[in-house]
């Protein structure tokens, strides 16, 4: 049987796995190229999700806390990716060597992996509504909800089941 916590990190894993999916399905058939921010987020929705992958099937109550606490970490990051795009990046005319560009290039998953971190375009050129909101703020609203669902699981006293 398996605890709430554990199912909670199923489902974060569940949500970030879904949003990638959107995403490469919004480039690929929808032709919508991402900006480094966009490849950025992508990682962090997939670190998330093996991360509670790991928590949500069993180990421990202590391996499903530090989990949970991780992917909060990590939803805050992408929280402060997200807002980033939208607010800075979605402006210039270009977001080459901003953070998110030097740091995807740098570890080389651009070119490793270019159908799922390839950047293919600016980041004022993914600037896109998707039912008149922003890609981005739609990014910034699941990682919020996956940092609320991350909580309980971080801070959880028992190991209720």
């Keep these: 049987m398996t605890s709430r916590s ?8 569940l949500f970030c796995f879904g949003a990638v999916g ?32 790991i ?3 069993g180990g421990g109550r202590a391996l499903t806390r530090l989990c949970g606490a991780l992917a909060g970490l990590l939803s805050l990051g992408g929280i402060a990716a997200a807002w980033y795009q939208y607010s800075v990046a979605a402006n210039m005319l270009s977001c080459d060597q901003t953070f998110a560009d030097r740091f995807m290039t740098g570890i080389g998953l651009e070119s490793a992996v ?8 600016t980041c004022m050129d993914a600037k896109v509504p998707v039912l008149g909101i922003e ?4 990014s910034l609203a ?20």
């Design 114 to 121: 270019p159908w799922l971190f390839g950047i293919y375009a």
């Design 22 to 53: 959107i995403a490469l399905v919004s480039q690929h058939v929808f032709d919508m190229p991402p900006c480094a921010w966009c490849v950025m987020q992508r990682l962090i929705y997939l670190v998330i999700g093996v991360i509670a992958l």
């Design 6 to 13: 554990e199912r909670l990190l199923r489902l974060i894993a």
């Design 142 to 161: 699941l990682f919020a909800i996956l940092f609320f669902m991350a909580l309980p699981v971080a801070f959880r006293r028992g190991h209720t089941r």
């Design 135 to 138: 890609y981005a703020l739609w």
């Design 55 to 57: 928590g949500g099937f």
